[in-house]
């Protein structure tokens, strides 16, 4: 959904767009609508998830990031980063001049209009690295476990310069501050905002500055008229229209309402629209994979049995069938996407093979020949379904063998706060967020977790851990390839915390006079300048 960007993996399109001729060279000015089936819950980048595509568009960042080559593309605010000695333990951070802030009219919230500087970021070091509901802490631990400690490894001896040292290697690093979530805040912003937050607001230094938001209806962004890149963005502005009926989404999209489809598009929209010349339209394996988690301290989750009952009941191959119009790969511990670091397709499919009976000796095996019963909390989005329709299709399968599962749908906001952060749940199902490095995926079984603090399952294995933390430090990509199999084959076998379901494809689609730099599913080139600099429309009338 992120305009500008692709998604998906370097596994690329599986089939072309018809030919057009693009008029060169780009035509500068005019606005894009797109549409958005998800209410945008807050633009914090720091703290809040559901916004991040709409970040980027807001706030500099160090630098970007070509998924399939893993390697950074320095286009950011960022002019160089080294890295002096071998283990990569120090990094000496050297921002470009002249990124300024976009000129925002409310006095009582200071930056605007001025330089952003090593004091700026590492402020914004410091808060996303702290932030309760950062998504991964992996990284910034590896810096400082708090603000103190952080405040105390960052170094800022020049006006550009910021440096800081970790105490331990870690591999991904480079990866992690090319996220969405490590975005560059004026350090003003953040002291005057405190208590207040960024959630409704934005002060940033992007190619666009926020005009309006309205999380459940829109969001409109005006060219930032102090932008560091001469003649970018070419776009005027950019306007995200909220629509929770995928069918409603899709008509509007068709109508010309929307400039770019954000609609949640299937095969056979991808089928219809790749046949007319009006319509650009790109798919791309997808990252995005569907979870169960399960507390495997509480009975009766705590047997290994019970689990693998759980596991082996479920159908894969039917979930493919009947949800993701027969496309659909086995994910195991990392998604089939990520293909350097993923188990091979025939091992998945040998090991979560479809077996109703056994599960049902299992389960008397384990002390239940009548089966159980139990609760799985999901999220509620209103406006996409394939969460609620596959928990429904498991909830009709694991029933076939005595398991009956009641699922209770939550508010996504309340679902991400107060069930998955807190491990408020027996069993719960949601899609991880898409991410193109291995660490993040093994880290949900990690005895800390993501934050630190310990995972939502309570799940503990020490020699899991022993390997995760090794492939964390393993700059070989050969020996750390070697490392995430076993820690993959490991995990498979002790049939949890977390189940992975089978992954998508994902769809997209746009008017042909929308121009963007790259496509799904396509890495992007060296020269790329950041989200939705690059974009730009015909004019048409």
Avoid at 275 to 298: E, G, N, W
């Amino acid at each position: 959904m992120i305009v500008g960007c692709g998604g998906g993996s370097e596994n690329g399109n599986d089939q072309p767009a018809p030919s057009r001729p693009v008029p060169s060279p780009p035509v500068p000015g005019g606005r894009i609508t797109q549409g958005r089936p998800l209410t945008v819950l807050g633009i914090d980048p720091h703290i809040d998830l559901t916004g991040l595509d709409i970040d980027t568009l807001l706030y500099p960042y160090l630098y970007g990031w070509a998924p399939g080559r893993e390697a950074r593309i320095m286009n950011n605010a960022a002019a160089d980063i080294e890295e002096p000695d071998d283990q990569s333990l120090e990094y000496i951070i050297t921002l470009k001049p002249g990124v300024t802030n976009s000129p925002w009219e409310n006095n009582r919230v200071g930056g605007a209009g001025e330089e952003i500087t090593s004091e700026d970021l590492k402020a914004s070091f410091i808060r996303r690295g702290t932030s309760i509901s950062a998504p991964d802490k992996r990284f910034p631990r590896k810096i400082g476990k708090d603000g103190n400690a952080m405040d105390a490894a960052i170094k800022t001896p020049e006006k550009y310069v910021m440096s800081f040292t970790m105490t331990e290697p870690f591999v991904p690093a480079i990866r992690e501050m090319a996220n969405p979530t490590w975005a560059i805040v004026s350090k003003k912003v953040i002291e005057d905002t405190l208590g207040k937050g960024l959630s409704q607001v934005a002060h940033g230094a992007g190619p666009f500055m926020l005009e309006e938001f309205r999380g459940n209806e829109r969001v409109v962004m005006n060219k930032n008229p102090n932008y560091f890149i001469p003649d970018r963005p070419y776009l005027d502005g950019i306007t995200i229209v909220v629509i929770t009926e995928n069918s409603s989404l899709l008509t509007a999209f068709k109508q010309g309402q929307h400039d770019v489809a954000g609609a949640i598009l299937t095969k056979e929209d991808y089928d219809e629209f790749i046949t007319d010349d009006q319509y650009r339209v790109f798919t791309a394996p997808s990252l995005f994979y569907p979870c169960v988690h399960m507390k495997v301290i509480r009975e009766p989750f705590d047997q290994i049995k019970v689990r693998e009952a759980i596991n082996i009941s479920i159908n894969r191959d039917q979930i493919i069938e009947i949800i993701q119009n027969g496309r659909g790969e086995y994910n195991g511990p990392i998604q089939w996407a990520q293909t350097k670091w993923s188990l091979p397709q025939e091992e998945l499919r040998e090991f979560y093979k479809y077996d109703p009976e056994r599960a049902r000796t299992l389960l008397s095996d384990a002390g239940y020949p009548n089966g159980f019963s139990s609760t799985m909390k999901l999220p509620k989005i209103t406006g996409v379904s394939f969460i609620a329709d596959i928990a429904t299709l498991l909830k009709a399968q694991w029933a076939e063998v005595g398991i009956n599962i009641e699922l209770e749908e939550v508010e996504l906001g309340t679902f991400i706060g107060s069930v998955l952060l807190a491990g408020n749940f027996d069993m719960t199902f949601f899609p991880n967020l898409p991410y193109d490095e291995p660490d993040r995926p093994l880290s949900f079984y990690h005895s800390l977790g993501v934050t630190g603090a310990g995972n939502w399952t309570n799940y503990t294995n020490p020699a899991l851990d022993d390997l995760i933390n090794k492939q964390s430090q393993q700059f070989d990509e050969t020996e750390r390839q070697k490392t995430i199999l076993e820690a993959q084959r490991l995990i498979l076998n002790e049939h949890g915390p977390q189940l992975t379901i089978t992954g998508d494809y994902a769809y997209s689609a746009r008017w042909h006079y929308v121009h963007f730099p790259f496509n799904l599913g396509e890495d992007p080139s060296e020269t790329v300048n950041p989200n939705g600099c690059d974009t730009w429309r015909e004019q048409t009338a």
